[in-house]
């Protein structure tokens, strides 16, 4: 069975979102970026060292935070975190230190004491996410950290994650089937689908170069698309919408002047920076 | 202005930021060790709640009371009715039903709670995860039986009359926890590795006593055959009675073994070596497997 083939990618520091369908081949992935697995063929670098050969060299410099359920319901969140930052290496008062510290960074403190079993899902994500700080690493691997989050924890989450990416000065690879969500809080983006990367980018050079502008008339919409045109610009229409690359500022103005020469009636003129899921939009049609 | 302080409402966390830590890593013996002591802790249930202290306690109890009886009863009497060594044999089912509970506490309900993902993305081997959890168990049986001996030989060496004699007692002691630490052993690596492939523990604990009591009747019937060399090897069959037979090899008085297993001493002695190996082999393999999947 192969999950990953001929996936090439190499990522700076900062929040790396790893998007793909469900078995696309992401926890595959963490789970070599952690030496869980060699791979059978090909190389893996993190920090410059082989999970596979130098694996407690890895892994005490990465936390990692699975999809699933890895909570015992009878312990205590500080118990249960402090006990992991000492399979870390932490010695006893600096695990239990560091649990209470990690703890209080992913919003709990109060309730430590109590037993996980009779935690909500937000806060057992949370103490998932305060294991994988406990022994404060150079990286993070979080495996869809929003599973299973309402819409407001979702957020709450992701702008945590987004606070240890750029406070802290962690690296963290999210992990995440919601493109949308990724999308909102990385520098980079991974894409792979059935193993294989459809692209790696910077988050800047895939939404800039494909930022829009949408122009809406109320009238005469036939008429101002063929003006733009002679204008040189490219024009894509939509229904009543008309899609105008935007170039540079100029843009603007040389459609309002073309709708003020024409005396139409504008509707709107505003700009829409392309969402990611666009650029995977080809494909996603093509799977359904 | 202590006034002011005193004012300064009460219960704010005040946010200094995200500290890193700068202290020691510590290696893996650390991390075994640790791991281990957890282990130990969790086999008499400290550090959690009331309900798991209930049986292992319960365990100690009986073992301590039957120490203290047989203390007594020698004492008064002189009359020494089980030796060191008889003891771990005798409460022999009392020792399969603690690793029966204790073993899949141990290792169960981690496989239940889906922890040992976080276990293995850290620097810890899944054979150190295995190997502490096994360690943790067989010093929990020992260290069970043992305290029941060190009573016995507490309550002898205040009537035994003669440096000598105490000092003579003391080695057999020393024996009996010797026979203990090796019950713990067997029957420790077979505990473990059943409980290792089950996620519950009531249904790991079941298959744990099942796989002692099923063995037991083939061992019946071998030791009713016409044939002295069959009637001799049969206690291998079980873990129970194959320690039994060790006892009698290394550790009875000529004369007074209770099972017969005639020459055959160093052959129950190497079956139970191996089966310990295989126990830990097949153990070490299982978490391989679990750690990728």
């Known amino acids: 069975m192969t999950a990953l083939s001929d996936l090439t990618v190499s990522v700076e520091p900062g929040i790396i979102g790893l998007v793909g369908a469900n078995g696309a081949g992401k926890s595959t992935l963490i789970k070599i970026l952690l030496g869980l697995l060699p791979p059978t063929t090909g190389d893996v ?10 694996a407690d060299a890895v892994r005490a410099r990465v936390g990692y935070m699975p999809e699933h359920d890895c909570l015992p319901p009878d312990l205590s969140a500080a118990e249960f975190v402090t006990h992991l930052g000492r399979m870390s290496g932490l010695p006893k008062t600096a695990a239990r230190e560091r649990a209470s510290e990690a703890l209080r960074h992913v919003g709990l403190y109060e309730e430590r004491y ?3 079993g009779g935690y909500s899902t937000g806060m057992k994500q949370r103490v998932k996410l305060a294991q994988a700080l406990v022994h404060d690493p150079d990286l993070l691997l979080l495996d869809e950290p929003t599973n299973g989050l309402d819409p407001a924890g979702r957020d ?4 945590l994650i987004q606070r240890i990416g750029t406070e802290f000065g962690i690296s963290v690879v999210v992990c995440s089937h919601l493109l949308g969500e990724v999308e909102r809080i990385c520098d980079h983006l991974v894409a792979i689908d059935g193993g294989k990367l459809l692209r790696s980018d910077h988050i800047a050079a895939m939404t800039t170069t494909t930022d829009v502008l949408v122009v809406e008339v109320s009238e005469g919409t036939d008429e101002l698309a063929a003006r733009l045109v002679s204008l040189d610009l490219p024009v894509r229409r939509d229904g009543r919408e008309l899609h105008v690359l935007l170039e540079d500022d100029e843009t603007y103005d040389r459609i309002l002047r073309a709708v003020a020469d024409l005396d139409l009636p504008l509707h709107r003129l505003d700009q829409r920076r392309h969402r990611v899921a666009e650029l995977f939009s080809d494909r996603e049609t093509a799977h359904v | 202005m202590s006034e002011v302080t005193a004012n300064a409402p009460s219960g704010v966390i005040h946010d200094i930021g995200y500290q890193r830590y700068v202290g020691p890593r510590l290696g893996r013996r650390y991390v075994f060790g640790s791991l281990y002591g957890q282990g130990l802790r969790t086999a008499f249930g400290l550090g959690r709640g009331f309900k798991a202290k209930i049986f292992p306690w319960l365990t100690v109890g009986v073992v301590c009371i039957v120490a203290v009886v047989l203390m007594a009863i020698r004492t008064q009497t002189g009359e020494v009715v089980l030796s060191y060594a008889q003891f771990p044999q005798t409460l022999g089912v009392l020792m399969v039903l603690f ?11 981690d496989l239940h709670s889906g922890v040992l993902p976080l276990y293995f993305s850290r620097p810890l081997r899944p054979s150190d995860y295995a190997l502490a959890k096994l360690a943790a168990l067989v010093s929990a049986v020992t260290m069970l039986f043992a305290a029941g001996q060190i009573i016995m030989f507490l309550g002898a060496a205040f009537t035994l009359d003669g440096f000598g004699l105490i000092w003579d007692d003391f080695e057999k002691m020393l024996a009996g926890i010797a026979y203990s630490a090796i019950h713990a052993l067997v029957f420790g690596a077979v505990a473990l590795l059943i409980a290792s492939l089950m996620k519950r523990r009531a249904v790991a604990a079941g298959a744990i006593v099942g796989a002692f009591l099923i063995t037991a009747p083939v061992v019946g019937v071998l030791a009713t055959l016409p044939s002295q060399t069959a009637n001799d090897l049969a206690g291998l069959v079980s873990p129970v009675t194959l320690v039994g037979g060790i006892g009698d090899w290394l550790f009875e008085p000529a004369g007074s073994e209770e099972l017969g297993i005639g020459s055959f001493g160093p052959l129950y002695g190497l079956v139970a070596v191996l089966l310990v190996a295989g126990c830990v082999a ?3 393999m299982r ?4 750690s990728q999947s």
């Not at chain 2, 204790?102 to 309900?109: A, I």
């Not at chain 2, 978490?287 to 679990?290: M, S």
């Open chain 1, 45 to 54: 670098r993190v920090f410059d060292l082989d999970p596979t050969a130098d």
């Open chain 1, 114 to 116: 109590r037993q996980v």
């Open chain 1, 156 to 159: 709450a989450m992701l702008a």
């Open chain 2, 99 to 109: 690793c029966a509970i204790v073993g899949p506490e141990l290792v169960s309900r």
């Open chain 2, 282 to 284: 097949l153990l070490l």
């Open chain 2, 287 to 290: 978490y391989r497997k679990v």
